[in-house]
């Protein structure tokens, strides 16, 4: 819901004081945060955009930078809302060091929340101090613990709708994919070998849970791009699959990774195992 003007200026300086303890309302900055806020048609995510700036930037040159980024719109017939949406992540983003833009390009890769340890083996091992910056501008929100009790970042999809465009126009994609889809390998293994010990199998279930989005949309980039990893992520997957009761899923995606195999390999091998043992999973579906 967009809230109205008085919410608006209160969430504006609510969270521009977390930047900015000192941050005086007077006469003339107390009418630029409602110019400002106006300006931004009241939307919340705009708003923190703005806010978490006001230190580096000021009111003033806030209120000029707006201005003239929706003149020079790019997609000047898309109404004014989501042009003010896209001035605000815009100007962040642009205010951001190259480093800092790099990393926040490669963590729009992330389909879902990603832990620390994820950011880093996406965007670098250098990569924790720009994540702990774009949580202070509002373009990643702060961890939260998920099923398995990790805490974890995310992004919200308008800004990570801007971030894949920025991340396949510095032609960064493809290395960020991959650098997921390894991730995802690396992740997958450790946690079904916990899965395997009956002290650990509900914790890593429960992890595997989590990060449900990022192992599947690196299966998907590695079965495109990278056939022998996507077989052994598939087989890493198997046993969740079918702890899970995700039989006919998990058959269809380890039969198409095992169909690029070849079969002599003992990968291939070990995936017609694992394909009898989710077909009796399921026996009604074949």
Request: proline share 6%; net charge negative.
């Amino acid at each position: 819901a967009v809230p109205d003007q008085a919410e608006a200026v209160t969430l504006f300086v609510e969270r521009a004081r977390q930047v900015d303890p000192d941050l005086a309302l007077d006469g003339e900055a107390g009418a630029a945060v409602a110019r400002l806020v106006q300006r931004l048609d009241g939307m919340p995510l705009a708003i923190e955009l703005a806010a978490g700036r006001v230190e580096a930037l000021g009111l003033g040159q806030m209120l000029e930078r707006l201005d003239d980024q929706l003149l020079t719109s790019a997609n000047r017939a898309a109404p004014a809302r989501q042009r003010s949406l896209e001035a605000a992540v815009d100007w962040s983003y642009q205010l951001l060091t190259k480093p800092e833009q790099r990393v926040f390009r490669c963590l729009s890769v992330f389909p879902g929340p990603f832990g620390l340890d994820a950011a880093e083996a996406v965007a670098g091992a250098d990569a924790g101090p720009a994540v702990l910056h774009l949580v202070d501008c509002s373009l990643l929100t702060p961890p939260t613990a998920g099923p398995d009790g990790r805490s974890r970042y995310s992004m919200l999809q308008t800004l990570r709708g801007y971030g894949l465009r920025q991340l396949e126009q510095a032609g960064e994609e493809p290395a960020a994919a991959a650098a997921l889809a390894a991730h995802a390998l690396s992740m997958a293994e450790r946690a079904v070998a916990q899965l395997a010990r009956s002290d650990q199998e509900l914790s890593a279930a429960r992890w595997l849970d989590a990060e449900d989005a990022t192992v599947h949309q690196g299966l998907a980039w590695a079965l495109d791009h990278d056939p022998p990893n996507a077989l052994k992520l598939a087989l890493a997957l198997a046993p969740w699959w079918l702890v899970r009761g995700r039989w006919v899923q998990g058959y269809a995606l380890l039969q198409r990774a095992a169909g690029q195999a070849d079969q002599a390999d003992s990968a291939w091998c070990a995936a017609q195992v694992w394909l009898g043992r989710l077909a009796r999973g399921a026996p009604d579906f074949l």
